[in-house]
C-alpha cells in the first residue's frame, strides 16, 4: 500500500518521476496521470504490479505515483482479500481525484488535438512535396 519514500527535492513528483531521455515533461506527467486515474477507476482491485504491466512502466514508478496521489488525497485506499484470500489493496479514487481526472482528460486531450495538428500538417507538406518530385 504505502511504501515509504523519500520525499522529492525536486517539486512536483510527476515531472520527476516522468525526467525520461526526452527530459523533464508535464505533459508526459500528464499522460501518465491520465492513464493511471483512468486504469485505478475502471480497476480499482489492480495491484501495483499489474498496473505497471498495464501501463508499460516500472513498479517502482507506480509505486511512487500511487503514493503521492495517496498524499494529495486523490486517492484512497482501502484492504480487501482477493482470489487467493490474500490480503489486496483497492485504490479508489476520490472526489478530489474525480475533479483531478477531468482536469487532467481536458489537458491530455488538448495535447493530443495539438499533436494531431502538427502531424496532420506535416502530412500534407511530405504529400505536396512527394508529388513535385514525381
Known amino acids: 500500500m504505502f511504501v515509504g ?23 508526459l506527467g500528464d499522460e501518465v496521470r491520465f492513464k493511471l486515474l483512468k486504469l485505478l477507476e475502471a480497476n480499482p482491485k489492480l495491484s501495483q504490479r499489474d498496473v505497471a504491466s498495464e501501463l508499460g512502466i516500472s513498479l517502482g514508478k507506480v509505486n511512487y505515483c500511487v503514493n503521492s496521489l495517496i498524499e494529495k488525497g486523490w486517492i484512497k485506499v482501502t484492504n480487501f482479500k482477493n482470489s487467493k484470500n490474500k490480503i489486496a489493496y483497492m485504490y479508489l479514487l476520490t472526489p478530489r481525484g474525480l475533479e483531478e481526472k477531468a482536469g487532467t482528460t481536458a489537458r491530455f486531450l488538448q495535447r493530443k488535438l495539438r499533436e494531431h495538428a502538427v502531424l496532420t500538417a506535416e502530412i500534407e507538406q511530405i ?7 514525381a
Open 127 to 133: 504529400r505536396n512535396e512527394a508529388e513535385r518530385e
Open 5 to 27: 519514500h523519500a520525499k522529492n527535492p525536486f517539486g512536483d513528483p510527476w515531472r520527476a518521476a516522468d525526467q525520461t531521455a526526452r527530459g523533464a515533461s508535464t505533459m
